[in-house]
Each structure stands twice: as structure tokens, then as C-alpha cells.
């Protein structure tokens, strides 16, 4: 049985990088742009928008160590994006800390439920994890559908407050809040690609690429999953956070399944397994879903889900993937 | 006691939607490997083509019960043509996001063209009204919900059992590859079966069509749900799947009954209990690790 597992087709995946290949300028060039388009970015954008997109970059960044890295899909990271995007609403709004506290608290409650949720889940793996992950993080929303008196129900959480360490400006004006806002997102990026870089981001492709040889290797695969999965979560918990301040209202949406759905197709719109692909995917994105809410456009759903049939179809290892590939194909031929 | 009687009609009216898509989503995955995301929208879509051909041909609910499940198998070959074909082979989770992007454009499509507020349906008169058994009054349109599923899983069961055709389904969801190796075209049942599959959830639909609004998002918290009983029986098992769709129904009833609050959470622990008891769910095989 076990052998057959093995053997199984495995997500698309853009060519692995070898060892001492890419250690060259290049990468410091695309570094430089990315940073100076990351600065640039409200000058050319709404802020707020701007925002969206750092913070659904950072959501599919971390749902990659789990999908690209991990070979997990998990269908149920909205439960760590709205579960800190609520955390952190009630404790900016009740305890009136700064919002970068404010955030650390949601990030943190979203590693403490993904525990247990990544316990159970990586019982089951392949297309089951996705299943029960999306019936847990569909769990979650119902719980906070109820809860009404700590999350207001349908209403969600309203004026969440964007305190600053006193800082006027940063509370009041979108475009410097996006600056306050950034290092966050950047440093969260970071530790992603920390993780994945890491021995230990080692060991989670291994036990992609091959479950049982990983086994046999003595690494407990199971607890190796379940490590990934809460710190992806805990990523994810920072945007949903972010996200949350940044709007200053957390709704049920953020928990539904759709918003589950959505990073997925950012990160799979990107090439999962690249990391910043999940950049492009929530550039991309964000973008187009506030071109066509502001042309009045209604079915913004039918637009993203034809995009996704025609990825999943014809494009599957997505634009940072495909780039990828074709710029390595034309170094080494 | 008569109260429990009722919640149990209510229940196994409940789970009767669950257990026809679930046979349908179990068939398909037997068959083809594919979890289908779009099986929820496909359930939306057989009640509102169910409340559009009322409307627009005065098309009763008799003639739907038979003409959407057509309807919905044509949809069905048509999405297993032209998508669902080319990823068979590749990682199943292809198909699971694949489903999932069709979801989004028929959720929305409906939405755009029917609005978000429900399409009306109105019931046949025989339907209307309450059986007395005893003491106990069960609405006449639950009770004819559960017989009449409880005999489409029977058909479904004897066609599974008694004929060439179920013989090859069950043999290539439980051994693809050896079915192969005895020189069966599992590939030639692949398009009628998702087919088959899609023609379900849509009869399911049609059931639900006088009983609950009919809205673009009636079947996005279904597929969910959905999921939850094909994890509780055992997704590789057709029986596990009708069998666990029933219990669900009498879960989310008796929740409903006895704890409104936590109704929906229920479902989502019995399936948390099942994952941490039996991985492999109720009836489903012990899973490849």
C-alpha cells in the first residue's frame, strides 16, 4: 500500500531549487524591486488596497508552507485569518494596546486553535485533509455566528481602533498606516521564508515528496505536519490581523469557507511551492476584485472562479512557477 | 416521546438531502478519485431549474422530480467532457480546486441573473398537510422526502448489486487498478457515472425545492456538511456515505431540537469524535498511510 502512496502523482511543483544554484545576483536584484515596490506601492494604489494586497500576500505565503512545502491543503485557513482578525478587534477594541500587540494576540490565539485542529486533521491526508480542515474552519464560523455577544453576530465587530503607540497620523491617514503596517507584513514574509529555508522546512518537502521514506528516515512525519500547520497558521493569523485593524471591522466572512477558498486560488494563482508567487497571486487578485466592485460589476465569483478553472486546468504551476521555470531553462539549457 | 418521534422524522427528512448527494459525491469518488466541490452548487441548481421550469412551463414538481435529474446529467457529462477529464490521473486535489472555481461561477451566475432572495415553490396539494399515526403528527411532505429517498438509495443499491454496470463501479472503487488488470474499460463508465453522480445532488435539489428557499447560497453550506458525512462514513464507502447522511439529518434535528445554539457545531463533532476513534471513518476502509 504504502508503495502505491509513494507513487501517487504529486502536486505540480516548479522545479526544486539545487543546492548552491541561485546564489547569484539576481536574487538581490528581484529583492531590491520587490522592497522598492512594496514602498512604492500606496503612491500608485488606494492605501487601503494597498494594504489588502500585503496582507493577503503574507495569508498566501503562509498557507504555501503548508501547500507547496508541506503538500497539505489545508481548506480551512480562514479559521486562523478571522479567528486573529476577531482576537485581535476585541483586544485593540477592550484593551486599547497598540496594534501590533494587538495582532501578536491574534496571531497567537490562531496558532493555540490550529493545535488542536492540526492534530485531528493530519490523521487523514491527501484530498481528507482538505475536507476536514474546511469542515473545522466552517466550525469556527458557526461559533461566531452564535457567540454573538463577544463577536456581534452578523454585525460583526465594529471602529476597531488603529492605535499606534500615539502616533496621530498613522491612526487617522490610510497612507501612513500602510508604512506602520509594512514591516509587519515584511517580517512575517521573512520568517515564511526562514521556515521553508530551514532544516526544518527540509524535512516538510521530504515528507512531501515522500511520506514514507521520510518515515523510514525516523522523522515523526505527524508531528512534523502538525508543526507546519501551526505555524502557518500563526502567519496567516498575523494578515488576518492586519487585515482586520487595517479595515477596522472583522466580519464573519473573514471565518467563511469562501475566504478559505480565496487564498488558496491566490496561492495556486501565484505557483504554490514558490513562496512569493503568493505576491503576485494577491496583487493580481485584489486588484481585479476591486476594479470590478468599483465598475459595479456584481459576480465578482464568476470572474475568479473562471480564472481558477482556467489555472487549475491549463496553468498549474502558476505565474511565479512558470517564470521560474522558463528562466532556468535559458541559464542552463 | 412523541416528540422524539418527530424529531426523528424531521431528522431522516433532514438527512434524506444529505444521503442522496452523499451517494452521488461517494459515487463519483469511487469511480473517478474526485471529491467534488461543485456537488452543493449542483444541489442549488436542481432546485432552481426545479423553480424555473415551474415558472416558465408550468412544469409541476412530479414531472421535475424526473426531468431535472436528466437536466443535471446532461450538465454532468457536459463538465466531466470538458473539465473534469483532463486532471483524472493528476493529484485528486486538482479536481477538488478545479470543482471548487466552478462553484464560485455558478453561485455567483445564479446570483447575478435570480438575485439573493429566494425563488418561490409551491408544493402539490397532496403533498400538503400532516399524517396522523397514533399519536403522532408527521408533516406529509417530510415523510414522502425520506420514502422517496429511501427508494432511489434502494434503486441506486439494487443497480449497484444486480447489474453489470454497478458490478464494474464497485469493483473499480474498491480496486481501480486490478479492475483494469482484468481487462475492464473503467475509463468508458467514468463520464456517465460523474454524470450519474451530478443527476443526484440535482434530485436532491428538487426535493429541497418546496421545502427550503431556494437561493444562489442554499448549497454552500450543504457541501459543507457534505463533507463532514462523507468523512463520517468513510468517503470510500457508498453505504457509509447514505448511512452517515441520515445520521447527520438526526443530528443537526435532535441539535436543533435540544440546542439551537449548537446545532451546526454538532455535526462538526461528531466528525472531530470519528476522526479521533475511526480515521477511516465508519464504514470506510483503514486508509494508506
Request: one cysteine or more.
Amino acid at each position: 500500500m504504502t508503495e502505491a502512496i509513494s507513487e501517487a502523482p504529486k502536486i505540480e511543483i516548479a522545479g526544486t531549487r539545487r543546492p548552491g544554484a541561485g546564489r547569484n545576483r539576481f536574487r538581490w536584484v528581484l529583492l531590491a524591486i520587490g522592497l522598492v515596490a512594496a514602498l512604492a506601492l500606496p503612491w500608485f494604489v488606494y492605501p487601503p488596497v494597498a494594504l489588502d494586497i500585503a496582507a493577503w500576500a503574507l495569508f498566501a505565503i503562509a498557507l504555501d508552507i503548508l501547500l507547496g512545502y508541506t503538500g497539505l491543503l489545508s481548506f480551512g485557513h480562514a479559521a486562523f485569518w478571522g479567528g486573529s482578525a476577531y482576537v485581535t478587534g476585541l483586544v485593540a477594541l477592550h484593551l486599547g494596546v497598540p496594534f501590533p500587540v494587538a495582532i501578536l494576540a491574534g496571531a497567537v490565539f490562531a496558532m493555540l486553535i490550529a493545535l488542536p485542529i492540526g492534530l485531528l486533521s493530519v490523521r487523514r491526508s491527501g484530498i481528507y485533509f482538505a475536507m476536514v480542515t474546511l469542515a473545522f474552519g466552517q466550525m469556527l464560523y458557526f461559533v461566531a455566528n452564535q457567540w454573538r455577544d463577544v463577536t456581534g453576530g452578523e454585525n460583526g465587530l465594529q471602529a476597531i481602533p488603529t492605535d499606534f503607540f500615539g502616533v496621530d497620523l498613522v491612526e487617522t491617514e490610510s497612507f501612513y498606516f500602510y508604512y506602520a503596517a509594512l514591516p509587519i507584513v515584511l517580517a512575517g514574509m521573512w520568517l515564511a521564508w526562514r521556515i521553508v529555508h530551514s532544516p526544518f522546512g527540509r524535512v516538510l518537502v521530504a515528507i512531501r515528496d515522500n511520506p514514507a521514506r521520510a518515515r523510514a528516515l525516523g522523522y515523526n512525519v505527524q508531528r512534523y505536519k502538525v508543526m507546519a500547520f501551526v505555524q502557518s497558521a500563526g502567519l496567516a493569523g498575523v494578515a488576518g490581523g492586519l487585515f482586520s485593524v487595517s479595515h477596522g471591522f472583522a466580519s464573519l466572512g473573514e471565518l467563511y469557507w469562501t475566504t478559505s477558498g480565496k487564498v488558496v486560488l491566490i496561492a495556486v494563482l501565484g505557483g504554490i511551492g514558490t513562496l512569493w508567487g503568493g505576491v503576485i497571486g494577491a496583487a493580481l487578485v485584489v486588484l481585479l476584485e476591486d476594479q470590478l466592485a468599483t465598475s459595479g460589476f456584481e459576480g465578482v465569483g464568476i470572474i475568479t472562479g473562471a480564472v481558477f478553472i482556467v489555472v487549475v486546468l491549463a496553468f498549474r504551476r502558476g505565474i511565479w512557477g512558470t517564470a521560474r521555470d522558463a528562466v532556468r531553462r535559458r541559464r542552463s539549457p | 416521546m412523541n416528540e422524539i418521534l418527530q424529531y426523528t422524522a424531521q431528522g431522516l427528512a433532514a438527512g434524506s438531502f444529505y444521503a442522496l448527494a452523499a451517494l452521488g459525491l461517494a459515487i463519483i469518488f469511487g469511480v473517478l478519485g474526485v471529491v467534488n466541490f461543485a456537488h452543493g452548487a449542483c444541489y442549488m441548481l436542481g432546485a432552481v431549474v426545479a423553480a424555473l421550469l415551474l415558472d416558465g412551463i408550468g412544469l409541476g414538481f412530479w414531472a421535475a422530480l424526473a426531468v431535472v435529474p436528466l437536466l443535471m446529467f446532461g450538465f454532468g457529462v457536459a463538465i466531466e467532457r470538458l473539465m473534469v477529464r483532463w486532471l483524472v490521473g493528476l493529484y485528486p486535489l486538482y479536481n477538488f480546486l478545479l470543482t471548487f472555481g466552478l462553484t464560485l461561477l455558478l453561485v455567483d451566475l445564479v446570483k447575478r441573473r435570480y438575485g439573493v432572495s429566494g425563488l418561490p415553490y409551491a408544493r402539490p396539494e397532496v403533498l400538503n398537510g400532516q399524517i396522523e399515526l397514533g399519536a403522532v403528527r408527521l408533516p406529509v411532505y417530510q415523510t414522502f422526502v425520506f420514502a422517496f429517498s429511501v427508494a432511489v438509495c434502494l434503486a441506486v443499491w439494487l443497480l449497484l448489486t444486480k447489474t453489470r454496470i454497478g458490478m464494474i463501479v464497485r469493483a473499480s472503487t474498491e480496486r481501480a487498478e486490478l479492475t483494469r488488470a482484468l481487462g475492464i474499460d473503467v475509463g468508458r463508465w467514468v463520464t456517465p457515472v460523474f454524470g450519474f453522480g451530478i443527476a443526484l445532488a440535482g434530485l436532491a435539489g428538487v426535493l429541497a425545492a418546496p421545502f427550503r428557499a431556494i437561493t444562489a447560497d442554499m448549497g454552500s453550506n450543504f457541501v459543507i456538511i457534505l463533507f463532514a458525512v462523507v468523512v463520517i462514513g468513510g468517503l470510500g464507502s457508498i453505504l457509509g456515505a447514505v448511512v452517515a447522511g441520515f445520521l447527520v439529518g438526526l443530528v443537526e434535528a435532535f441539535g436543533q431540537a435540544y440546542a439551537p445554539a449548537f446545532a451546526q457545531i454538532v455535526i462538526f463533532v461528531v466528525m472531530a469524535l470519528v476522526i479521533l476513534v475511526r480515521p477511516a471513518g465508519l464504514l470506510g476502509k483503514e486508509e494508506a498511510r
